[in-house]
């Protein structure tokens, strides 16, 4: 007798511990949890904590509470001014209100998909009404705080916030990228021939300048020395014109021996002239008197 009912109190302890181990459940810090009776929701849970349920009819099912991060492919989009642009972005949420999420998105893994042709859709939009300039360089911060304010809006009937929005990149199309390459290289080369035209007219224009300047300041120069040369001879006419008013004898001698110098310099001088030549005068003759 006693040991039956010792097996049946262990069958009875057993069995509250399996329905309590089946009632139990817990729900952490960065956790909140929704109680499901049949797939039908029952209780929000948003206390961390050990909580009970129903044993087999109902089932938990956890949504985070922490920031989440919405990854997509980096989607083409066109701008203002229909320029092609390949943009990477992605997007911060919170789930805030976790009924609503699971009954508009159902399983948390289907989130992103859930979640991603309306961030998209809101990129579109946004990025759209833009030119390729200011999504680039002007006014990206402004946009990325459009967008997300986009995003939250339509985000709303899927119980999430949407904390943040950024754009990781934003290029051109690869074969947009190699076009406007080529066409800066090219405006490039055009650039340095002018620049190398102009430098060679200014090169020519200065060689023409300094040419002519050369040829005034040598004109000048022979000018100039045309001018010594002219004094000089007259000065020298002069003094050969005292010379021979003074000794006109002396003067005859010395123009001989001037005559004698340049005319028998060398060692192979020729000259035919006769023996009587007023030329040889003063060979032996010193007076010059024939």
Request: proline share 3%; no cysteine.
């Amino acid at each position: 007798m006693n040991r039956s009912v010792a097996i049946g109190a262990g069958v009875v302890a057993l069995l509250v511990a399996i329905v309590a181990y089946l009632s139990a459940f817990t729900v952490g810090m960065t956790q909140q949890a929704i109680v499901l009776q049949f797939g039908d929701p029952r209780a929000v849970v948003t206390e961390p904590g050990l909580h009970w349920k129903l044993p087999i009819v109902q089932n938990v099912v956890y949504i985070d509470k922490r920031i989440l991060s919405l990854n997509v492919p980096p989607e083409e989009i066109i701008a203002k001014d229909r320029k092609r642009l390949v943009v990477d972005a992605f997007a911060r949420y919170r789930i805030v209100d976790s009924l609503r999420f699971y009954q508009s998105v159902g399983d948390p893994r289907n989130s992103t998909n859930r979640l991603q042709p309306n961030f998209v859709s809101s990129l579109r939009n946004v990025l759209g009404d833009h030119t390729l300039e200011e999504l680039v360089r002007d006014n990206r911060a402004g946009l990325m705080k459009r967008i997300q304010t986009a995003f939250n809006g339509a985000a709303q009937q899927f119980g999430i916030e949407v904390v943040d929005v950024r754009i990781r990149r934003a290029d051109l199309p690869e074969q947009n990228s190699q076009a406007i390459f080529q066409r800066m290289q090219t405006e490039r080369e055009r650039e340095a021939a002018e620049i190398r035209a102009q430098g060679n007219e200014e090169g020519q224009r200065i060689r023409s300048r300094a040419d002519r300047e050369v040829t005034v300041i040598v004109a000048e120069a022979e000018r100039d020395a045309q001018i010594v040369r002219g004094e000089g001879d007259a000065t020298r006419n002069s003094i050969y014109a005292e010379a021979y008013s003074a000794d006109p004898e002396f003067f005859a001698f010395y123009r001989s021996m001037e005559a004698y110098r340049e005319g028998l310099a060398g060692d192979n001088t020729t000259m035919i002239v006769t023996p009587d030549s007023e030329f040889f005068r003063y060979f032996g003759n010193e007076s010059g008197r024939r």
